[in-house]
């Protein structure tokens, strides 16, 4: 790869930098490495042979709470579930994929796990917020730090992108999630609401360029200014949902200051926030920054410097300190006829311990410490996914919703289970006939490896499959060897 190095002289007749560019078949964007070499940490050679001849690593992330036997190479050193694949295969025809064992993230927003891990409580309740959180990676990730007396409010602010982010929720399982839909605004009704927010913000993209060549054509420093000013609006909105002593968690996966330094001391200057210092290990190749005027701390992760994309991190403490929850009026809840909540309760592991209501004619299930956070929530938010969707009653039978397949609330021992091998699980997710033969009649958990992928209606001559047409496998599958 040819690099162009421009100089030129002073007034005072001294040689300074001036520019830098790199000649490859996709080059950076004017100007971009010579702002770019400015930023602290910057190693322009690792940087730019990382993205010439180095291809993006694959990693995952396993699901704590669905442990299963996946083949894996190094651990990602910033969190114990992150692992790197020495080939990336095939996840659409991987049961395991499907059935929420693990999910497919880049590896240094895995990061997000260390911050986590070291602000929160693990004595108190706490009520999370992850603001901007298609497709799910992080809501995943802060799940999985959750203990069941927490809440996870995942909202997305692109109507369109909803449906991804629940699905993704879905397949991790836990029943203390709500997916919201709403503009960051709205969020200051539920003032002091939250214990700690994530917003990953809309940004400028830089950090991605590796994985996606085509978005360094989106970027300009026009572009940059306009995220800034974005970014300043989504936290502004949600700052009151934020409780005096809780924790803000901001990240890009952006390399400009613009949108991360100066995102910082703007916080503190302007809403009174603390830099909170997050420990890390030298050894991990991050870089270790403070803000120009506040001196608050930030994190970022340079390919060539990290084993992952580029991204920047920090996180800040709201000023103050609240000792009693905020109090929210509630409405009255829903007249409910008991006999129907017991058929319900059949389904479900330490029922009692539940609260269940409806929604049209879908009844639904959560964690019973969280009724009045649902009734709150609802009163403000447009909620899209509450708890687990357990399924509709038909006289004295349930029609199971696929929610509760993937659940892991569903009391196994109420149901069938039909395992499957690797080939009738792909047939069952296509949707396609199932070479199988039982004598079991009624509904079924179709199992892979023991993990539950979906429901199915055992018939005498036929099987009716209920997996979801909207998660149907389509793609062609590959040759054998290649999956």
């Not at 602290?40 to 042979?49: A, E, L, Q, V």
Request: glycine fraction near 6%; include cysteine.
């Amino acid at each position: 790869m040819a690099k162009l190095v421009i100089y030129r002289k002073n007034k005072q007749g001294q040689i300074e930098f001036v520019s830098l560019k790199y000649m490859n078949n996709h080059p950076f964007p004017d100007n971009f490495l010579t702002l770019l070499s400015a930023e602290p940490g910057f190693d322009i050679t690792n940087f730019t042979n990382a993205h010439q001849f180095i291809e993006p690593p694959t990693s995952i992330r396993a699901n704590i709470f669905k442990p299963a036997a996946l083949k894996v190479d190094s651990q990602v050193p910033w969190c114990a579930e992150g692992h790197y694949l020495n080939i990336r295969p095939s996840f659409t025809f991987d049961p395991l994929f499907h059935a929420g064992c693990y999910y497919v993230q880049e590896a240094s927003s895995m990061f997000i796990a260390t911050i986590i891990n070291y602000i929160k409580d693990k004595e108190s309740p706490v009520k999370i917020l992850d603001l901007c959180a298609a497709p799910g990676g992080k809501s995943t990730l802060l799940n999985s730090a959750m203990g069941n007396d927490d809440l996870l409010v995942a909202n997305e602010i692109i109507k369109t992108r909803v449906p991804v982010l629940t699905d993704n929720l879905t397949r991790w399982g836990t029943s203390n999630t709500i997916v919201t839909n709403n503009d960051p605004k709205d969020f200051s009704r539920l003032k002091g609401f939250f214990d700690i927010i994530l917003v990953d913000a809309p940004c400028s993209g830089s950090g991605m360029f590796r994985k996606d060549p085509a978005a360094m054509n989106e970027w300009s420093e026009a572009n940059v200014n306009l995220c800034h000013q974005r970014q300043e609006r989504i936290l502004a909105d949600v700052y009151p949902a934020l409780k005096e002593g809780g924790y803000l968690i901001y990240s890009t996966c952006s390399y400009s200051h613009q949108e991360n330094e100066d995102i910082l001391d703007w916080l503190c200057r302007e809403f009174e926030f603390e830099s909170v210092a997050i420990p890390i290990n030298k050894e991990w190749g991050i870089v270790e920054t403070e803000s120009a005027e506040q001196k608050a701390h930030g994190y970022r992760f340079y390919p060539g410097s990290v084993k992952g994309e580029g991204l920047f991190a920090a996180c800040l403490r709201k000023a103050g300190q609240t000792d009693e929850p905020p109090s929210f009026k509630t409405l009255g809840h829903q007249k409910l006829a008991l006999k129907e909540i017991e058929l319900i309760k059949r389904y479900i592991n330490n029922a009692d311990d539940h609260y269940y209501f409806k929604v049209n004619d879908d009844w639904l299930a959560i964690g019973r410490q969280h009724k009045e956070s649902v009734d709150t929530l609802q009163r403000h938010l447009y909620l899209k996914k509450s708890g687990i969707r357990v399924g509709k009653l038909m006289g004295n039978d349930l029609v199971p919703d696929h929610e509760l397949a993937l659940s892991l609330i569903i009391n196994k021992d109420a149901v069938l289970q039909t395992p499957l091998n690797k080939e009738q699980a792909i047939q069952y997710m296509r949707r396609d006939s199932i070479d199988l033969f039982t004598t079991d009649k009624g509904w079924s958990l179709m199992t892979f490896e023991g993990h539950p992928l979906g429901w199915a209606k055992l018939l005498p001559n036929r099987i009716n499959n209920y997996y979801p047409k909207e998660l149907r496998i389509l793609a062609p599958q590959p040759p054998k060897g290649g999956a």
